[in-house]
């Protein structure tokens, strides 16, 4: 079955500090890709989003990710995180098919 | 103010007491979905609506109903809830996702709905 899997299920860094948050997918074929933030207490919202071009793209309050096609990897990073990027963060692929499918979650604690 | 809204946002029940989460969207969005998040389990689809008297199962829908009857709302619906069915629901929607390249578009949520069943 077709899968995204995110490496990190709780992520704890200090403010100032570097981000990468792992997301793989298992299709093999033409995908769309997002990654979507939930702050605490509230739903989740787009952070960016991959159709076509570019692969390294750009979001929401600082936020890049990029999509490497041979690794079916769309890792989301931020050179500097902030005590309000505290949140959890959903990667979700969409395929051909029809299906849009969403990662477990990472929960990112930044200490001020 | 563009929109997806639910009701309740907070309900604790028992089992067995038929409940409906109502889902209404203001964007004359086509598709709408409803989503279960668990911890660890990240989100789960329910059921999905490409359209109005359009419905379809996702991967966790046992348990749940849903209808489409108009195309601003998506209730979902437990028949007869059970504490497995304890969980935070959220509702989606989107202009219309079709099968190809570039079909998927970007979902619009609502604040969820923290189901507990005891």
């Known amino acids: 079955a077709q899968s995204v899997s995110q490496h990190n299920h709780h992520v704890i860094l200090s403010e100032a500090a570097s981000l990468e948050l792992g997301c793989n997918y298992s299709?093999?074929?033409?995908?769309?890709l997002f990654w979507y933030v939930q702050y605490p207490g509230q739903h989740l919202q787009l952070l960016l989003k991959y159709f076509s071009g570019d692969p390294l793209v750009k979001g929401i309050k600082g936020f890049e990710a990029e999509f490497i096609k041979s690794k079916f990897s769309f890792n989301l990073r931020k050179p500097s995180v902030q005590w309000s990027d505290t949140a959890e963060y959903f990667c979700?692929?969409?395929?051909?098919?029809?299906?849009?499918?969403f990662g477990q979650g990472t929960e990112l604690s930044v200490k001020p | 103010e563009a929109q997806v809204t639910q009701n309740p946002r907070y309900l604790i029940t028992v089992t067995g007491k038929k409940l409906t989460v109502t889902c209404s969207q203001n964007m004359n969005h086509e598709y709408m979905s409803w989503y279960r998040q668990d911890p660890g389990l990240g989100l789960r689809q329910i059921y999905y609506?490409?359209?109005?008297?359009?419905?379809d199962k996702g991967d966790v829908p046992e348990g749940y109903k849903v209808s489409r009857k108009e195309k601003r709302n998506f209730p979902l619906i437990l028949e007869s809830p059970s504490p497995n069915q304890t969980s935070l629901y959220f509702c989606?929607?989107?202009?219309?996702?079709?099968?190809?390249?570039?079909?998927?578009?970007?979902?619009?949520f609502g604040a969820g709905s923290r189901l507990t069943v005891l």
């Open positions: 989606a929607s989107s202009k219309p996702i079709r099968q190809g390249a570039s079909g998927a578009n970007v979902l619009t």
């Open positions: 979700a692929v969409y395929n051909q098919g029809g299906k849009l499918i």
């Open positions: 609506s490409m359209n109005v008297e359009v419905t």
């Open positions: 299709y093999g074929g033409t995908v769309n």
